[in-house]
């Protein structure tokens, strides 16, 4: 008996061994289990709400530094400007700022934050420094822009715009040389985009590009010697009319650019023999980029399946137009904005690159004739609409 009872003692421990084993593992596994994981990270905004918080963040600042300027010593018209550029930012912020961030009590998602309290500005901020603070604000929309989705892309390339220009008007006010690299070189044409290419030719096709700019070349110096220009009560039609594709199709859009700047030729040949001297110079060199822009707007309508409208052989100028040449040209530029802005939203690529460029020179020659492009360029913007910036 005393043997089977010392043989047993060794396997009972083992036993024992075994069982608080599994226990313990047991009891780890368990452990383990109820142990919360971290949480994953959350993933990151997409490129056009980073783009739009930080267009935001910028004008909420160079806001900021504006109001503590305006507040001080400045005089004159660095003054006026500075309060120019307040009421531009302001309107900016408003239309960058998200409606439910405005209206929200609570502290909004890390997706979707966006700073309410901007930082003071610097005690050495000049007006100087503004401006250039202010143009590199201005060129960073613009860049982002380009890769923006569509209705984002027209407000950034909007605000750069018009950032870029004050920065211009407060640089000059405070008599500094205007801030430099602020707007990129404009690209000869639209180009292909990502769109397909049209899988037929238009039926109705226009002259050769370089054929159709020598002719309107040629009328535009026939319009500048008479003395009345054609104008007609109702604009005549020419040509059979061929409805353009829907309203959110990128040809069509590219269709109305050409149609508005087929009138901005039309105006511009009714004035140049009205305008002063001095103003007939920088009037024909516009003329001339005007038609190249026509030519470049129906090259890239018929890329995208539109057909261009047939051009009018005259359009009713605004009563006032011929006694103050000047000013009929700030209308007609300023009119073109938003069709540069609906093809920048609609297109992507060269084109919409194009786009841009093509709403910052307009702006700048609405700008040169004495007319105000807005503070957000392109875009007809309701500011009763807007959400007003929280306190």
């Known amino acids: ?33 109820l142990v919360p994981a971290d949480p994953p990270e959350p993933p990151a905004p997409p490129f056009t709400e980073q783009a739009r918080a930080a267009a935001l963040a910028d004008a909420l600042e160079l806001r900021a530094a504006g109001l503590q300027l ?40 890390p997706a979707t934050a966006t700073p309410t309290t ?35 892309a027209r407000l950034l390339a909007g605000a750069g715009t018009a950032q870029v220009l004050a920065a211009q008007e407060l640089a000059a006010a405070a008599g500094q040389a205007a801030p430099g690299g602020t707007a990129p070189a404009a690209p000869g044409s639209p180009g292909a985009t990502t769109t397909a290419a049209c899988p037929f030719v ?46 959110a199709a990128p040809g069509s859009a590219l269709a109305a650019l050409a149609a508005a700047e087929l009138e901005a030729v039309y105006g511009y040949q009714a004035a140049l023999a009205r305008l002063p001297e001095d ?51 700030a209308q007609l530029e300023a009119a073109t904005l938003p069709a540069y802005g609906d093809v920048a939203a609609l297109t992507d690529g060269s084109a ?18 004495g007319g105000d492009p807005g503070a957000v360029p392109g875009i007809l913007l309701d500011e009763a609409r807007l959400p007003l910036l929280p306190e």
């Open 70 to 109: 305006a507040g001080g010593t400045a005089d004159g018209g660095a003054a006026a400007s500075l309060d120019r550029v307040v009421t531009l930012l302001t309107i900016q912020a408003r239309a960058l700022l998200l409606p439910e961030a405005a209206a929200a009590s609570t502290a909004p998602s």
């Open 118 to 152: 901007p930082a003071p500005a610097p005690a050495s901020m000049t007006a100087a420094g503004l401006a250039t603070t202010l143009a590199a604000s201005g060129t960073e929309r613009l860049r982002d822009a380009a890769a923006a989705d569509g209705g984002m």
């Open 1 to 33: 008996m005393n043997d089977d009872n010392q043989e047993n003692r060794p396997r009972m421990r083992y036993f024992r061994y075994a069982v608080l084993s599994l226990a313990a593992l047991l009891v780890l596994s368990l452990g383990f289990a």
């Open 352 to 369: 919409r690159t194009w786009a841009i460029a093509g709403l910052q020179a307009a702006a700048e020659r609405t700008v040169h004739w």
């Open 202 to 247: 238009p039926s109705q096709q226009a002259p050769p590009a370089e054929q159709a700019q020598s002719e309107r070349h040629e009328q535009s110096e026939k319009q500048a010697q008479s003395e009345e220009p054609a104008q007609s009560e109702e604009p005549a039609q020419s040509g059979e009319q061929v409805p353009p594709p829907g309203p």
């Open 279 to 329: 103003a007939a110079g920088p009037a024909s060199e516009f003329l001339r980029r005007h038609q190249d822009l026509v030519e470049d707007a129906e090259a890239a309508s018929r890329l995208h399946c539109a057909v261009p409208l047939p051009q009018e052989p005259g359009y009713v100028l605004e009563p006032g137009f011929l006694a103050a040449p000047a000013a009929g040209l």
